[in-house]
Every structure is written in structure tokens, then in C-alpha cells.
């Protein structure tokens, strides 16, 4: 919530390929892209969870850096009710233009959209204000391609295994027709990602996380200040935990950290005791999701 020399506001970075998208735009975002290395050219998204100041104000800054970028293709942005707004005041403001197209949707309930190859969700979650939890969920992959079968089949190697990979039928000398499930096993799940801060454990991120490879999770507070979490619409370290339990998520990651733990073992041990699949964020930390076999 407040920055410290250890940590930044939040943004996540999710890269799939050469697309990344961000959760989140705090303070100072565009420098921690810079160290990162990610670079803004494959930047495509950012999603805003609400308008608290310590989640969206590097958003002037980082649009003005995409601005000396030549940019050309559009940035999408996803936000809550109000992020409209918040665009045009920029505009009014700072006389703020820039030489790309600026997408901008407002999500009012649950929301989802398909982007070709995955999909975003989002769902409101219990803040003091309104405030989105989103998932990115990859679509089913094609099975496993059984070589010596196509080969048994007739199929020479070369550009038709790929075709048969992309789920395209084919046609053999002599009439003989193959079809993908021929020669692949079953469809391989997608990976699936959810990011949900700002929020008190609540049904509506469990629902949405069931079954996630990752949950990214706010764990602001220690056990000793759950009644203050949950005044101020937050979860504890182990409330985070319970909730990615009850979601059966294969890994919890806990970020917006209270910066009045400059030491996080004992945060980290309590969500481990409730599940111990647990991770604290630090600033620049990489997390490789891998895909299903």
C-alpha cells in the first residue's frame, strides 16, 4: 500500500509468449517494466482491479512512456466503473494525448472475454470499494502427437504432421482420409493464472480460482491484525492460504505486503502451516508457469 525501499506498488506482469499483461499500474511501474527487462512492445493489456491511488497512479507514467515508444497497435485497458473517467481527466488535466489507440472497458459484474488462445475473466471481490479479481485461462491444447502412428497410417513426416497437430484432417494417395484424433491422444488442460488483491477472502475469488495453476493473493497482515484486515477489506497471510486451498490451486504467491514487515518469515510460515504451497513476492521475482503435459 505504501512504498519502501524493498517494495514497490503493485504490478504484476503476466508474459504468455510475446504478449505480457499487466495487473495493476502502481507508482513508478514503467522503471520496474525497465528492470525487469520486459520491455513495452509486447505490453498489449493492463487490467485495473479498482481505483485506489496505490493501484492505478503510475498509469499517466507509464502511458507517457509508451507514448516515446513508437507505438503503434492499440492498448487495451480493463477496469472497473470509473477508469473511463479517470482517462479523460488525464486528458482535461495534463493536455495527455497519445500516438496509439486507447481501449478502455469498464467491467461492472462478471465479465469475460475471449482473446483468441485464452481467456480473461474477472468477478467483483469484497473491498471498501469496488474492486476485480481477474483469471486468465488458457483454451485446451491439442494431445499429444503419436508419430508412430502417423507413420503406421501412411503419413509421411514433413508439413503434414503439422497440420494433423493443428487439428486439420487430411487426405492420402488413394482416398485415405486421417483425422487428428487418429493420431493424438486426449486435449491437454491450459494454464490458468489468477491475480486478486484488495480484497477480504471471499466465495467470488475461490470461485473463479478453482483449479488455478497460480494464484497471485494479497496477504497485507500477520494472524495478530485479521480483525484490522478485515476492517480495511484485506486478507491475512493465512486467510490468503485458506482460500487457495478451498480453490485447490497448485500455488500461492502473496503480494501487498503491509510495509511493516520488513522481515516476512513469520507471514510466510503462517500461510504455509494452511498451505504449504506458498511463496512471498519480492519486487522482480519470476514465476515460470508450466504447461500441462
Known amino acids: 500500500m505504501i512504498p519502501s525501499l524493498e517494495r514497490s506498488l503493485p504490478s504484476t506482469a503476466l508474459k504468455r509468449d510475446s504478449e505480457v499483461i499487466l495487473f495493476d499500474c502502481g507508482e513508478g511501474t514503467q522503471v520496474q517494466v525497465m528492470r525487469a527487462g520486459i520491455g513495452f512492445g509486447g505490453i498489449s493489456s493492463v487490467l485495473i482491479s479498482h481505483l485506489h ?96 502412428k502417423a507413420e503406421r497410417l501412411g503419413v509421411p513426416a514433413g508439413p503434414l504432421f503439422g497440420r494433423l497437430q493443428r487439428g486439420e484432417e487430411i487426405a492420402l494417395p488413394g482416398g485415405i482420409l486421417v483425422k487428428p484424433s487418429d493420431v493424438l491422444g486426449p486435449p491437454r488442460k491450459g494454464r490458468k493464472v489468477v491475480y486478486a488483491v484488495d480484497t477480504r477472502p471471499c466465495k467470488g475469488v475461490v470461485n473463479l480460482a478453482q483449479g488455478a495453476d497460480l494464484l497471485v493473493h494479497e496477504g497485507v497482515f500477520g494472524e495478530e491484525l485479521r480483525k484490522e484486515a478485515n476492517l480495511r477489506g484485506h486478507s491475512t497471510a493465512a486467510q490468503a492460504a485458506e482460500v487457495a486451498k478451498e480453490a485447490g490451486v497448485g500455488r500461492l504467491i502473496l503480494t501487498h505486503i503491509s510495509p511493516r514487515y520488513r522481515d516476512v518469515r513469520g507471514l510466510l510460515a503462517q500461510a504455509r502451516a494452511v498451505f504449504p504451497p506458498t511463496t512471498i513476492a519480492k519486487d522482480l521475482m519470476e514465476w515460470e508457469v508450466p504447461v500441462h503435459k
Open 53 to 148: 491511488g496505490d493501484h492505478i497512479t503510475g498509469l499517466p507514467g507509464f502511458l507517457m512512456t509508451l507514448s516515446q515508444t513508437n507505438r503503434l497497435k492499440p492498448l487495451y485497458i480493463f477496469g472497473p466503473p470509473g477508469i473511463k473517467g479517470f482517462w479523460k481527466a488525464l486528458g482535461r488535466t495534463l493536455g495527455f494525448k497519445t500516438g496509439y489507440e486507447v481501449v478502455i472497458e469498464e467491467i461492472e459484474g462478471d465479465y469475460q472475454i475471449d482473446r483468441g488462445g485464452y481467456r480473461i475473466s474477472a468477478t467483483p471481490v469484497d473491498h471498501t470499494t469496488f474492486c476485480l479479481a481477474y483469471a486468465l485461462i488458457e483454451a485446451k491444447r491439442p494431445g499429444k502427437f503419436d508419430k508412430a
